[in-house]
Each structure stands twice: as C-alpha cells, then as structure tokens.
C-alpha cells in the first residue's frame, strides 16, 4: 500500500427536483491506496451511489457533478473527455452494479458475453479473448469450461461471479462495488466478499465496497468512509471505527448492528429519517437525530476534519471537548 490510485476532491453533484436542488452529495474528499479495499457506508438515500456514478461520469441528467475533482492516478475525470473516459470506465476502473446479475443477456452464453466486454475495449483476437474469458472464470471460482453455459443454468451466486468476471474483463486497477451482493442469500454474500477478497490480494486491486450493511463490510475492508445525507461524516481505518468512532451517526451505525460474538449486545436503532436533501440548509445533516446536538449544530456545517492521524471527522463535538457518553 501507499500508492494512491483514486483521490476524489471536494465532490459536489446535485439533482434538479420540481422543487428546488437536491445536494445529493456535497463537498466529499477522500482517497483510495494502490490494494485497498475501502467500505463506503451509509443508509439507503445518503449519496453513495451518486458518489460512485460521479466517480466514473455516470450521472445523468437532472443530475450534475457540480464541483470537484476525481483524479485515478494524475488523470482528472471530470473534466476527461468522453473518449477518454470510455477505456478508462474499462479497462483502468469498473463498476459491479447492484443489478449486475440481472443484467446478463439470457440468449447468449456467458463466455460470449465476457468475451465481447474485452473485444469492444482491446484488439485482441477471438482467441485470446476467450482463452482470457477462461482465465477469468477460474478467477472468480467458475469452471473454465462452464464458459458454454447460459445464464439460466447459473444460481444467483454463480451469476453475480460472472458479473464480477465481466468487470475484470479488462483488468482494471480499481473496481466500484455498488451493493452487489445486496439480494444474494447470506451464505451466498459472504463468499462473494470472499471472493472479492481474494481478487483484492491476487490482482492488487483496489475497491470501493459501498453497501447499507456495516459488518459485512468491515470483515474485509482496510478502511471505512461513513456517509451521512450527501456528506462524508467519518473516514479512518475499520479498527478505528469499530473502537474509536468519533461521529454520532458512525456510533449509532454500530449501535444499530448485531454483534456475533456479543450476543446480548443490545441494538438500538437510529430514531428518525435521513433528512430531504432539496434546498438543505447550512447545518449539520445529522442534528434532528443526533443526542448531543446543540445550537452550533443546527446553523453551521462542520467540515471534515483530522481528529488524529488518518482518521478523520466531520462534527463539532470534536473542536468543542463534548464529552460523547454513551449509554449502550
Ligand atoms: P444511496 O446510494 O446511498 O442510497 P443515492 O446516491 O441513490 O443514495 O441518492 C442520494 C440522494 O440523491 C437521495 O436523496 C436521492 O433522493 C437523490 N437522487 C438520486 N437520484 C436522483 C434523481 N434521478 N433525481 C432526483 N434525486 C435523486
Ligand atoms: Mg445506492
């Protein structure tokens, strides 16, 4: 580790609503290192895949990456061309989306459909690019032969490997998991975040792993970015935020997950709702469901902020010495 692949600066992307501007995302900063894995956390409604598809210029109309910069190594892709930006979503950087599995064309073999992902991004001959379709099928655990099968002839687990084999086509430095295991039985998630783990060492790869489901994430991520209604609220590494979790809304996150080692943990739920994000007022977003709360909180937007090296926070209870006292 140590090199950085991804650095998305002060990202702001908006949507245009009947009434009035949503700040779906707002001034989010954070990076990703050369063989990461990076979790990326929050509620449905915060701004995560918005983030995502902001990454790699995705977003469309009545969306608009407002502000901002997202370099993938010296390259900036917000102000890339398109043509730029259609190898690069290849074969620098790809995107497992949550539908990834469902979007396999049911007429066409599996191999074929890998195959083409490379054909269209690669000169590369027919034979290659199933010789690497192949290779790619071991990868994600998939008998090389099974390349002759259809979709239907695959579980949903087998499909959702093929998904991922389809996003590696290329051999991307850095793939964007978008809740891709989302839908998948338990036992069927937690060996595709096996997988991908495992993709992670073999490949150096760097991911972004967003997801609502905090303890599946922190099994396997270096680091966590917690996003709170568009705004990044918490980023440090997993030990940090499974023990030393600065922001209110990080503490209620855990306080809302069963513990399998604990098992008399009590969960407590987060009281309230992820505020409407259209015409937002300067404040902290987390203030209506936060216990410690107070005036600042309502009229003033804290900014993320180192709190101790790497580990950074974005709420006033750290400038101002507020004990955190917590009941749970
Ligand atoms: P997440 O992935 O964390 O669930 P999203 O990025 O999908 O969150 O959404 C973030 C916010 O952006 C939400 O408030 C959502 O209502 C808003 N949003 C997303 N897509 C659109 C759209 N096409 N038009 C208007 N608002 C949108
Ligand atoms: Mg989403």
Redesign the pocket.
């Given at each position: 580790m140590g090199k950085t692949v991804l650095s998305v600066e002060n990202l702001s992307t908006f949507?245009?609503?009947d009434k009035g501007i949503?700040r779906?995302?707002e001034n989010v900063s954070f990076t990703v290192e050369e063989g990461e894995i990076l979790g990326l956390i929050?509620?449905?409604?915060?701004?995560?895949?918005?983030?995502?598809?902001s990454i790699l210029r995705l977003i469309e109309y009545?969306?608009k990456v407002v502000k901002g910069k997202v370099f993938l190594h010296e390259k900036e892709l917000i102000s890339a061309s398109e043509a730029d930006l259609y190898d690069i979503r290849w074969s620098e950087i790809s995107v497992i989306p949550q539908s990834a599995m469902n979007a396999l064309n049911p007429v066409h073999r599996i191999g074929e459909q890998i195959m083409e992902a490379i054909l269209i991004h690669e000169h590369v001959s027919k034979k290659e690019a199933l010789d690497r379709t192949k290779v790619l099928l071991e990868l994600v655990g998939i008998d090389r032969e099974r390349w002759k099968s259809y979709p239907h002839e695959f579980s949903g687990g087998m499909k959702q490997r093929v998904a991922i084999a389809m996003a590696l086509a290329c051999y991307p430095k850095m793939i964007i998991s978008?809740?891709s295991t989302t839908g998948l039985d338990v036992l069927t998630q937690s060996q595709v975040i096996a997988l991908l783990k495992d993709l992670q060492r073999k490949m150096n790869l760097s991911i972004i792993l967003?997801s609502?489901d905090l303890p599946m994430v922190t099994s396997i991520s270096d680091k966590i970015a917690i996003?709170y209604a568009?705004k990044l609220v918490e980023w440090a590494s997993t030990d940090d935020i499974l023990h030393d979790a600065r922001h209110p809304y990080s503490r209620a996150l855990l306080d809302a997950t069963p513990d399998l080692i604990n098992r008399d943990k009590k969960i407590v739920s987060i009281p309230g709702t992820?505020p409407?994000?259209v015409n937002i007022k300067s404040c902290c977003r987390f203030h209506t469901r936060c216990p410690f709360a107070f005036e600042r909180c309502k009229v003033e937007e804290p900014e993320l902020k180192e709190v101790k090296p790497g580990h950074f926070a974005a709420c006033f209870l750290e400038e101002e010495n507020h004990e955190l006292t917590y009941t749970s």
């Amino acid at each position: 580790m140590g090199k950085t692949v991804l650095s998305v600066e002060n990202l702001s992307t908006f949507y245009k609503t009947d009434k009035g501007i949503s700040r779906a995302v707002e001034n989010v900063s954070f990076t990703v290192e050369e063989g990461e894995i990076l979790g990326l956390i929050g509620e449905s409604g915060c701004g995560k895949s918005t983030v995502a598809q902001s990454i790699l210029r995705l977003i469309e109309y009545p969306g608009k990456v407002v502000k901002g910069k997202v370099f993938l190594h010296e390259k900036e892709l917000i102000s890339a061309s398109e043509a730029d930006l259609y190898d690069i979503r290849w074969s620098e950087i790809s995107v497992i989306p949550q539908s990834a599995m469902n979007a396999l064309n049911p007429v066409h073999r599996i191999g074929e459909q890998i195959m083409e992902a490379i054909l269209i991004h690669e000169h590369v001959s027919k034979k290659e690019a199933l010789d690497r379709t192949k290779v790619l099928l071991e990868l994600v655990g998939i008998d090389r032969e099974r390349w002759k099968s259809y979709p239907h002839e695959f579980s949903g687990g087998m499909k959702q490997r093929v998904a991922i084999a389809m996003a590696l086509a290329c051999y991307p430095k850095m793939i964007i998991s978008d809740e891709s295991t989302t839908g998948l039985d338990v036992l069927t998630q937690s060996q595709v975040i096996a997988l991908l783990k495992d993709l992670q060492r073999k490949m150096n790869l760097s991911i972004i792993l967003i997801s609502h489901d905090l303890p599946m994430v922190t099994s396997i991520s270096d680091k966590i970015a917690i996003m709170y209604a568009g705004k990044l609220v918490e980023w440090a590494s997993t030990d940090d935020i499974l023990h030393d979790a600065r922001h209110p809304y990080s503490r209620a996150l855990l306080d809302a997950t069963p513990d399998l080692i604990n098992r008399d943990k009590k969960i407590v739920s987060i009281p309230g709702t992820v505020p409407n994000l259209v015409n937002i007022k300067s404040c902290c977003r987390f203030h209506t469901r936060c216990p410690f709360a107070f005036e600042r909180c309502k009229v003033e937007e804290p900014e993320l902020k180192e709190v101790k090296p790497g580990h950074f926070a974005a709420c006033f209870l750290e400038e101002e010495n507020h004990e955190l006292t917590y009941t749970s």
